[in-house]
């Protein structure tokens, strides 16, 4: 096990009517004039935006508001909040939402109080200080909600690029499964592969002696497996969706994978997608993932024989472990579009005429450093081959 | 799943050397003067205390010392403690050592600003300041490095209580698996036991549809499983110490345990044990822990079968699952025996003519509710019995 630290000062709380809390919680973390940031108007529809400001009325706290962020949330929003957070002293950022929301509120955060462009940031300056943010989650999938990260898309170039920090952390995350309720199946997939993934980039490591983490991934993914479905079947499914939220927290504030390389290969090489074609992250995970896998699985047959034994409960051959390896693979190619995921390049939209194009920026693009990935180091050569096996 | 709050805010800093970080993480914590309280003589002996002090002294930070904590850490020295703060202004508590001088120090920052007795936090007054702790720990057992609890035995009357609250936790946490390597092997087999402990105490619930937090303890149970017999073959294996020293502290800073009801039923009866006899409080729960099991299996046999299917790898007997409970309860029983903890009252050093008092006093005693446990309400009658099983 390598050195680490882990720092993870969230305050969660997690169950139903939660959000009825956030405005004590505001008062709690010393907010006094917030902004509310969202995304689509779905918040608004459902109630939800209104049942958070009389919270905040309660607690005589004052607002203003902030909608838009989309899927693959933008630069360009996020100088609007910069902006709007200044005019309006505004020193507390509640997201509600899923990761677009919360990424792009950690965006705003950091930018407020520095002189130059927040893009600094997402370029590898270091962030030292933020505004304080609070998030209330709708989605179980990014994980933003426990996690010092934000990712965020240039509009100039669309390059997707991601920062972080402690103080870039929320001090507290409301987590409501009921609010996961209403999501449309597609969403739910989505964003359920976008935990799925962050366990495998943390899962496939060159660390030895990683046990902990290791049965810890495992739980999570076993959890994931169990608990899908059951949603697929059922969006109403309150304690599925509970399962799927927490899971998806612990799956990204990295408990489950301090003191080990992580790979990060799939998500670089998604990121490429979504940023040219505003795919799902989640859905283009779910066709990135079983490539990458097919791609180096000869690099450790025996991690991939593992997963597939004590994942998917494949019995292991003993005589050809890569056997193994690969029914794992194909388990998880079969679960992925047992929830509707997609499995290719057509069905998210993707074109091969951009192959090149893509693995290029993935390498050489704003802040890349010519390779993407750690168990395998993986040059624009092979990620244009992993791209063709998505075809 | 039930609703419920997580806060685990401790900056923890995990590997090989970090203890030479103690006074940087200390500073930036905020700390300028400072309690070092550690228990017996072999942090002094081992050097470990020197080279905390040249931390200090190169942050220029001015400290003051108190040793003496000792298993199942005692009242008197708090008394101690809390004066010797007051009177050189120690505004932080560096606590050297496993759960003893953890929980010593965690009862001293409550009692410093306190005008009344300590000890009323011990049987349930709300706990609502302290000064800073910070922690250096030597053993992997009780997870007090993470948790905000703290477990204090009254002079008086023996009675072993405990106290808990946000400001508790430790600011920062310093684990050093290599400071555990130099454990006797009766030590490090009773902290692994607690840790087991910890897990089952949270495992054993009668919440229904908690799969994520049921994978999350059957991969800390399967992780020990694995690691422990490796340390008590070769006491200097870095990897496997770190396996559960990160076990350790997961198990019970409550991320998998959040949402369902506990028992700690096990923990009661032990706590008469190791208050009387003075018994580790890791050997103690390896001698309670199967009698309880054996107490209330029929309480829920097919949670026990699931134990002993995903954790102990036991076939499933479909006719009688009773089978396969009671075969889990007995490879966890010569788990206990295989890393030489003990299995019964005499190898404890414990009296059969005690029973009678000790059940009263687990149910009666000062701060006690008349019963223990969750997963089965145990009376006084129900304790003497499974005391009756340990003979």
Redo the contacts between chains.
């Keep these: 096990?390598?050195?680490?630290?882990?720092?993870?000062?969230?305050?969660?709380?997690?169950?139903?009517d939660?959000e009825s809390q956030a405005g004590a919680y505001v008062k709690k973390f010393g907010g006094t004039r917030v902004l509310l940031h969202y995304g689509s108007n779905s918040a608004e529809k459902s109630g939800l935006l209104d049942r958070v400001k009389k919270s905040l009325d309660l607690e005589n706290i004052t607002y203003v508001q902030l909608g838009g962020a989309q899927p693959n949330p933008r630069s360009g929003l996020v100088y609007t909040g910069i902006k709007l957070c200044r005019q309006e002293k505004v020193d507390f950022i509640l997201a509600i939402g899923g990761g677009s929301a919360i990424d792009s509120a950690k965006a705003i955060a950091i930018g407020v109080p520095y002189e130059g462009d927040f893009w600094d940031f997402y370029q590898g300056k270091e962030v030292v200080e933020g505004i304080k943010i609070g998030t209330i989650l709708t989605i179980a999938a990014a994980g933003s909600e426990g996690s010092g990260g934000s990712v965020i898309t240039k509009e100039e170039g669309m390059f997707k690029r991601s920062a972080g920090g402690d103080c870039m952390r929320p001090l507290f995350s409301i987590l409501n499964?009921e609010l996961t309720q209403t999501l449309p199946p597609y969403q739910t997939a989505s964003g359920s592969a976008d935990i799925i993934a962050h366990i495998l980039e943390r899962y496939f490591t060159n660390t030895?002696?990683?046990?902990?983490?290791d049965?810890?991934c495992?739980?999570?993914l076993?959890?994931m497996i169990?608990?899908v479905p059951k949603v697929m079947k059922d969006p109403n499914d309150y304690?599925?969706r509970?399962?799927?939220m927490?899971?998806g927290m612990?799956a990204h504030n990295n408990?489950v994978g301090?003191?080990r390389q992580q790979d990060w290969a799939s998500h670089n090489i998604e990121h490429e997608l979504s940023a040219e074609y505003d795919c799902a992250h989640g859905a283009g995970l779910a066709v990135v993932f079983p490539a990458w896998m097919k791609y180096v699985v000869d690099h450790d047959v025996n991690r991939f024989a593992q997963i597939a034994t004590r994942v998917w409960g494949c019995q292991m051959d003993f005589e050809n472990p890569k056997n193994t390896a690969l029914k794992g693979i194909e388990c998880l190619e079969k679960f992925f579009v047992s929830i509707g995921m997609p499995t290719n390049f057509k069905e998210l939209g993707a074109k091969e005429e951009d192959i090149t194009k893509m693995a290029n920026v993935a390498c050489f693009g704003d802040n890349a450093v010519g390779y993407v990935g750690n168990f395998v180091r993986l040059n624009q050569e092979d990620i244009e081959n992993i791209y063709r096996l998505m075809l």
Tied chains: 1, 2.
């Design positions: 096990m390598e050195n680490f630290s882990f720092y993870s000062p969230t305050y969660f709380v997690f169950g139903k939660t499964p030895k002696n990683v046990e902990v983490t049965r810890l495992e739980s999570l076993l959890t169990n608990e304690e599925a509970a399962n799927i927490w899971a612990t408990i301090v003191g």
